[in-house]
């Protein structure tokens, strides 16, 4: 039951696209993830994701609109429904999400990978 | 599916110990609390709960030892875990905790409330 610091666990890792994982409660983890230029589209069946813009600012694409998200700005995508990040220059993004999601979701990509918790 | 700027909820509301729901994500809840003063001892059963400090300093005491969490901190208490929330001065928090939680847990009091919506 240590707390953790947002600021202090970004600095532990650089690459994009791959999320760590910093906390664990019910089903779900936090994670952070470091992102830059387009993600892949995709969606989740059965998972709700929560991305909150920490730092930067995030376009969240989805088939029929877009949001900039700000630092301080967070948007729920529900399941099922597609989408696809994109980042002009570096975000830092927490996000909420079941133990079991994916980062890319239905599509098997170069960007998929398996968080790690540091 | 529209996003959320935290800064901009936190000003609907004035009132302390009364989460208001700014979010739903699979069985989970974000809400938002500003908080002054001592909360009242309590547990949560089945319900692990974050708190995530977005402005002031949060003394969360738990029986055995006690945490400060400044801002861009957070804490995850398990279930089972009493535990108490002081805050000296006010403090704003992002709250993340099952549909079902309660904000006074296991026990019945005046800072008992029902969150809702805004």
Do not use: Y
């Amino acid at each position: 039951m240590e707390k953790v610091n947002l600021a202090q666990k970004l600095t532990l890792f650089n690459d994009h696209w791959h999320p760590r994982i910093v906390g664990e409660l019910n089903d779900s983890h936090v994670k952070l993830v470091k992102v830059q230029g387009e993600f892949v589209w995709h969606h989740h069946d059965h998972e709700d994701e929560l991305f909150l813009v920490l730092n930067g600012r995030l376009h969240m694409q989805f088939r029929d609109h877009a949001v900039w998200l700000e630092a301080g700005e967070f948007i729920i995508v529900p399941r099922g429904v597609e989408h696809r990040p994109v980042a002009p220059e570096e975000v830092h993004l927490l996000l909420l999400e079941p133990k079991s999601t994916l980062n890319t979701g239905n599509v098997m990509d170069e960007k998929t990978a398996v968080a790690e918790w540091i």
